[in-house]
């Protein structure tokens, strides 16, 4: 297996990230472009989707690029996209990127791709399949990889096989209602869980506290204004010790705990792989995580205990799983990591 090399291409808010991988999960080339804003159609208007698309197929021409004479060794692309992704690897619901709902990725890409074969799948699908086969989740036979960015994405591993459902829509845990007179989402709903626990949440709730006089190294940080704080502003003041930015992230890490332990009643996994672009973040709230979740979950003191950590791949995990994807027939064919 080693010797087969798939692109894994990771669609995500703020940048596209591509990947060269070998059968044994080495990386051999990277290359990353900034994600293009889509929005609505107008007038059959297809340009938002078409820079998509373009841009995607950008990245891999850099990376085979960078592989010069070993390109010839590629087999397939993998792509992770976020949203609702169906069978024929056509984006059917996309709240967090607009515009992008109905696009046919596989066959769009395909067709810009050419001799390669195209698998796409949900990109916290891709970075559960990454952390299964060769990180933090690596040797479980039930586990939930939890993604934590602007929103939350969910890679369901059960029965040591990637669960997608009936509909291959399965792992939108972000859109769970905690909360039904909670803040809007852009999925259409009220008080959704990644309204309370996602980078978007966290800067949600410490604006809120700095209008309640309450952050006031962080709104300097921000620049004066309690409408610019942002998450990292609290991580950053958090990490130095301001304890108004800490008592925020406790918040935060209480609404993550609620939800996990939702998950857990649901699904009983052995573990929980928390990563994502809030990472940083959760390095601080790891513990009261575990503690609020321990007071939350069903039966606590009667179930074997379930691993909260973090995942070990960073940024690259979704491009690894799309790339451990694309080594398949089929997405549906995934049984297990080699």
């Known amino acids: 297996m080693a010797g087969q090399l798939t692109l894994g291409i990771d669609v995500g808010g703020t940048k596209i990230l591509g990947l060269a991988i070998d ?20 007038n059959d208007d297809d340009s938002g989707a078409e820079a998509v698309i373009e841009a995607i197929a950008d990245v891999a021409e ?55 074969r195209v698998v796409v799948d949900n990109d916290a699908t891709c970075a559960a399949v990454g952390e299964w086969t060769y990180g933090a989740a690596a040797g479980a036979t039930d586990a939930v990889v939890v993604t934590l960015g602007t929103g939350i994405g969910g890679g369901l591993i059960v029965n040591n096989r990637v669960t997608r459902g009936a509909h291959g829509f399965a792992g939108e845990i972000g859109h769970m209602v905690v909360d039904p007179s909670g803040p809007s989402c852009p999925c259409g709903k009220r008080g959704c869980w990644e309204r309370f626990a996602s980078g978007s949440g966290l800067g949600r709730l410490a604006r809120e506290a700095a209008h309640a006089g309450r952050l006031e190294e962080v709104v300097r940080l921000a ?36 939800g996990l332990a939702n998950l857990a009643n649901l699904l009983d996994p052995a573990l929980f792989v928390l990563g994502g672009g809030l990472v940083d973040a959760l390095d601080l709230v790891l513990e009261p995580v575990r503690v609020a979740f321990d007071d939350l979950v069903e039966g606590r003191h009667r179930r074997p205990e379930v691993m909260i950590c973090l995942a070990t791949l960073g940024e690259r995990a979704g491009a690894i799983g799309a790339g451990v994807l694309a080594r398949q027939d089929d997405r549906a064919g995934v049984v297990g990591p080699d």
């Open 23 to 42: 059968g044994a999960g080495a990386v051999l080339a990277e290359a990353k472009v900034a994600t293009p804003r889509v929005v609505p159609a107008e």
């Open 62 to 116: 850099q990376l085979r690029g960078t592989l010069g004479t070993e390109a010839a060794r590629l087999s397939a692309a993998g792509v992770g996209v976020p949203g609702l992704v169906a069978d024929d690897g056509t984006l059917s619901f996309a709240p967090n990127l607009p515009g992008g709902e109905g696009l046919d990725v596989r066959g769009r890409v395909g067709r810009r791709l050419g001799d390669l």
């Open 223 to 258: 620049g004066g204004d309690p409408e610019a704080v942002r998450a990292e502003d609290v991580t950053a003041a958090a990490a130095a010790g301001d304890t108004g930015a800490q008592t925020v992230l406790e918040e935060l890490g209480w609404w993550l705990a609620l």
